[in-house]
């Protein structure tokens, strides 16, 4: 069966950095385009960025533009999120999604405070 398992969240000072991972299994992974999204206490789970099959293209939110960035390991099934220059308001649960399947991963912890 699909499974998708994060890793690499924590707790990290304003200006941080942390580099998610999302090991897939269960599917071909490298024919299709992959996500992540985030979900705040209190609010809707919202769509941080996106990577083709081929990692040729990419997209992000606006508000990561510029300082995430989202890449992927076709060898290994896994896809990655480095996040640079943390931010409070991005504490959130990090998901990775197969972003035309309704298949997401169980999320993990970014807390992001002085």
């Known amino acids: 069966q699909v499974q998708l398992v994060e890793s690499g969240g924590g707790s990290v000072q304003p200006g941080g950095s942390l580099r998610l991972s999302c090991a897939a299994s269960?599917?071909?992974?490298?024919?299709?385009?992959m996500s992540w999204y985030r979900q705040a206490p209190g609010k809707e789970r919202e769509l941080v960025a996106i990577?083709?099959?081929?990692?040729?293209?990419?997209n992000y939110a606006d508000s990561v533009k510029g300082r995430f960035t989202i890449s992927r390991d076709n060898a290994k099934n896994t896809v990655y999120l480095q996040m640079n220059n943390l931010k409070p308001e991005d504490t959130a649960v990090y998901y990775c999604?197969?972003?035309?399947?309704?298949?997401w991963g169980q999320g993990t912890q970014v807390t992001v405070s002085s």
């Open positions: 999604k197969v972003l035309s399947r309704p298949y």
């Open positions: 269960g599917f071909t992974f490298s024919s299709f385009r």
């Open positions: 990577i083709y099959s081929d990692g040729g293209t990419t």
